[in-house]
């Protein structure tokens, strides 16, 4: 099992809100056999997959920098299960900060009706305990958010598209220098 | 003098909510760190939630006197300056520090607020 | 059940409350991606075996007698530790209230003793052939597949909590 929870951005709009997709497969290995005979995608990784919209969603504000984690499940509630063969759609919304956190509520939708909400609190690991701990690569980072289409879809507050931060550039450029 | 029972209800609510506790786990002298193990992710929750129910709006700095605490200019030896003493009593007037001033440890400040303090601070956003 | 996120329960109350314990490894796949610098048990996780703990109170306290045992609400879950591989997570519920097909349960986590998570969570019991309209066949058979994965889990219960198990209807239960 690896851990993506979302297929693709849809919506990016840097520091407001973002939407992604997430589809439902009997060969995933979480449903496979999660309630056998009627498997459905578990609540916990749904909330992950809000989670991963959210926490990317702070995340772009420090341009990926801030060691960005989910700190509190504030509230979820859900309606209904999502079955193989259903599409999921989250949209998150930032809500409030201070410097210790940030709230973020966001909403599932099953197949276009309402299946869930949401509010998490996410916080940046702080550098007195979390001294020498990195989360990710660089260029490992920036795969990943390529993977997701994120710069594809996502634009700033302007309007202008979001652009692949330096930092993250100059990592995917030493890893393909190497060999 | 009992704090309003409105107040104290909705509070109680939001931190119900928050904490994760039961109600009757809420009491006015019930302290929001010791007793009920709030921790400084649950603040911004709390303050949140606090905001929406009252209509009122928390400047962070009315229950988080950091920059108080960590001037130099009003700490010494761990412990809080009588000038920084005054300067709480003035930026928390809502607060009972009479515990805290005896033995002022810097550290031991997150704990000194009750569930009463937070119903005197709502009370004094909103008359 | 593939993604279990239990390895052992380790003490059950009927109606009560229930303890068990899910230990990390590093060789769990997932702790590639989560992170690559950083390999922790994601927090969502931590929740998942704490609900599956209180997923089985609730199905053993009901007698098996429904299929499904789904999560509604999750609320005021904080994670304050990180799980790392050769970390043992120890997780306990309590059913705090009752209403009909939803049970209340506070849950809590922790490593070496100290608390890692906690919250409160709503599951929701009921067999889908009366909310579904589904063939019956389909909750006996889960309900069947659910007794075994239980057994299993329960297997390792020390011989103290045997004793206090077979007390109680429980071990008829899940035969």
Known sequence: MRWFWIDRFTEFVSGKTAAAIKCVSQSEEVVDEYAPGRTYLPASVIIEGMAQTGGLLVGQMSDFKARIVLAKITSSKFYCEAYPGDILNYRVEIQSQDGIGTMVNGTSQLNGKPHGEINLMFAALDDERFTNVELFEPSQFCRMLRLLRLFEVGVNADGSPIAVPRHMVEAEKAYLSIG | MPINEEVFDKVKEALVDALGVDDDEVTEEATMVGDLGAESIDFLDIVFKLEQSFGISIPREDLFPDDILTNAQYISDGKVTAVGLEKLKARMPFADLSRFERNPLVQDFGNILTVKDLCNYVITKTS | ?175
């Not at chain 3, 304050?80 to 209230?97: M, T």
């Open chain 3, 1 to 175: 059940m593939r993604f279990s996120q239990l390895d052992r329960i380790t003490a059950l109350e009927l109606g009560k409350s229930i303890s068990a314990v899910k230990c990390l490894s590093l060789s769990e796949e997932y702790l590639q991606d989560h992170f690559p610098r950083f390999p922790v048990m994601p927090g969502v996780l931590m929740l998942e075996s704490m609900f599956q703990a209180s997923m089985w109170l609730v199905r053993a306290s009901g007698k098996f007698e429904k299929s499904s045992v789904v999560l509604r609400e999750g609320k005021s879950l904080k994670f304050q530790g990180f799980v790392q591989p050769g970390d043992s997570l120890v997780v306990h519920c309590e059913i705090k209230s009752v209403e009909g097909s939803i049970t209340n349960l506070k849950v809590s986590g922790e490593i070496n003793g100290k608390s890692a998570t906690g919250g409160r969570i709503i599951v929701d019991a009921f067999n889908l052939a009366d909310r579904q309209g589904v063939d019956p066949a389909i909750d006996e058979y889960m309900k069947h597949k659910f007794r075994m994965t239980f057994k299993r889990l329960c297997n390792q219960l020390d011989t103290q909590n045997l004793a206090a198990l077979a007390n109680n209807p429980l071990l008829a239960v899940a035969q």
